[in-house]
Nanobody, 122 residues
Framework: QLQASGGGLMQAGGSLRLSCAAS????????MGWFRQAPGKEREFVAA????????YYADSVKGRFTISRDSAKNMLYLQMNSLKPEDTAVYYC?????????????????WGQGTQVTVSS
């Protein structure tokens, strides 16, 4: 029901835009977020956005570099990633939460995409 795309190989300082297509249901009233998981590490929160797009929340490590947005009419979620760093290398997952409450906890999200690999070289 969620499918992430847009990952790839990028040099440090570059930009990528991830997309997440939702299908099978309307996610317009859900909180949606992006998480990432690097090899050997736990899945970590990256960013989240409320149903209207009027409220966003970012991990400190990406604040000022990444921008989360959504197009509820198209059932799409985006993550614009600028000034990429090697430490941003990870598999990125989109997720949806069946409430209006923000949370950084991965286990609190109800739906997950399959992930897209982002690799940033130095």
């Amino acid at each position: 029901q969620l499918q992430a795309s847009g990952g790839g190989l990028m040099q440090a300082g570059g930009s990528l835009r991830l997309s997440c297509a939702a299908s099978g249901r309307t996610f317009s009233s859900y909180v949606m977020g992006w998480f990432r998981q690097a090899p050997g590490k736990e899945r970590e929160f990256v960013a989240a956005i409320n149903w209207s797009g009027g409220s966003t929340y970012y991990a400190d490590s990406v604040k000022g570099r990444f921008t989360i947005s959504r197009d509820s009419a198209k059932n799409m979620l985006y993550l614009q990633m600028n000034s990429l760093k090697p430490e941003d290398t990870a598999v990125y997952y989109c997720a949806a939460r069946r409430t209006t409450t923000f949370t950084l906890v991965a286990g609190a999200y109800d739906y997950w995409g399959q992930g897209t690999q982002v690799t940033v070289s130095s």
